[in-house]
């Protein structure tokens, strides 16, 4: 038996959907790593929109820069869109600091499903012609639900990408700097690794450390949190918290959005195992495992050459509730990962250098 959550999994092979995006939400309302605050939390309709407060304001900046679809209204009605991170930034071409004024007095996250921006009609327009025109006729309802547009971002999500970044917020909380895969498909060019990983993620010792007590990051972070909070002088406040020091540790992690597709997620995360550059994989899906607690000796968990109990797991149960394995052991290859360690200090050294003048970053 594979597990119950797949069994029943009631949306099978069928379109992205509302009734989908409906639990899609209620995973993302109870993910606690998001920082929301739950009594700002407005619904309109039936899930049509939802507008999203955060204990931080920097927290709506950190989701909306995950975002493909994302869009920053102005106040004189031009659309800024779409502001998505990846690696036009951290290699130099652009920097964040750039759209200061685009970013600041961002408040709050209009969320909007995936399929309503699919279904929308824009004759024929391109691709971007048809994004600013959506775009631009959300910030009028956004405006008539009595919002300021320019205090919103605007993110039209869902599926793999939504879980990916729910994930991405998880594994931060837990200490780990974030890595999306637009960021990290460029290291084909430095590391032998067949593909890319949907995310990776870090934690880098002493480097991490000195992150943390600069005020850049207050465990872990994203990629884009490190460039922000470096240009507006430090978002956490620093901290010499004794506990807080990390060991160095990597982790490669594979998104699905439907429970079925789980299986090709594990092919994925055996493919990238003998690489040696990483500790751990873990796989990201939603109704994915019944049974979250690992059986040693269960032979009917065999996969592969690898026991799926060996990866780590990051799911939501019928209503919504995140469930997780978490615990990475450190078992490959250690010249292999300093390799690719090396090269995500080197990034993020390459963002923070773009925005600030650090000129002693080689001692870190």
Not at 21 to 35: P, Q
Not at 241 to 256: N, Q
Not at 345 to 361: F, H, L, Q, T, Y
């Amino acid at each position: 038996m594979d597990n119950v959550w797949s069994i029943h999994y009631p949306y099978r092979n069928i379109p992205h959907s509302h009734a989908i995006w409906k639990y899609e939400a209620k995973c993302l309302l109870n993910t606690s790593a998001l920082g929301l605050q739950p009594e700002a939390v407005d619904i309109r309709g039936d899930y049509d929109r939802i507008y999203l407060k955060f204990k931080q304001d920097h927290l709506a900046l950190l989701f909306g820069l995950c975002v493909s679809r994302s869009a920053f209204p102005e106040r004189d009605g031009r659309v800024t869109t779409p502001l998505h991170y990846g690696i036009r930034f951290w290699t130099g071409a652009y920097s964040l600091k750039e759209y200061e004024p685009t970013l600041s007095g961002r408040k709050a996250v209009m969320l909007l499903p995936q399929h309503d921006y699919d279904s929308f009609s824009a004759g024929k327009k391109s691709e971007e012609e048809k994004l600013a025109m959506y775009m631009k006729n959300a910030a009028g309802d956004a405006k008539g639900d009595g919002y300021d547009p320019s205090e919103i971002i605007i993110c039209c999500t869902g599926g793999e990408e939504l879980y990916g970044i729910l994930a991405g917020f998880v594994l931060a909380e837990r200490g780990y700097i974030i890595f999306p895969e637009y960021d990290f498909g460029v290291t084909n060019n430095f590391l032998p690794i067949r593909g890319v990983p949907d995310l990776v993620a870090v934690k880098l010792g002493d480097f991490q450390n000195r992150l943390m007590r600069e005020g850049l990051i207050r465990y872990g972070g994203w990629l884009h949190e490190i460039e922000l909070s470096a240009f507006l002088g430090g978002l956490h406040g620093g901290t010499t918290d004794k506990r807080a020091t990390f060991d160095e540790l990597s982790v490669y992690v594979e998104v699905e959005d439907t429970a079925p597709e789980g299986s090709g997620g594990y092919d994925q995360l055996e493919r990238y195992a003998p690489s040696g550059y990483f500790d751990a994989g873990m796989l990201v899906c939603p109704r994915r495992e019944y049974d979250l607690t690992p059986r040693p000796g269960d032979e009917s968990l065999v996969y592969g050459q690898r026991r799926r109990d060996d990866f780590l797991l990051m799911t939501w149960d019928a209503q919504g509730m995140m469930h997780g394995r978490y615990a990475a052991s450190k078992t490959f290859e250690l010249g292999k990962k300093a390799e690719l360690l090396s090269l995500c200090r080197r990034m993020i050294a390459g963002s923070i250098r773009k925005v600030r003048n650090v000129s002693d970053m080689e001692s870190w």
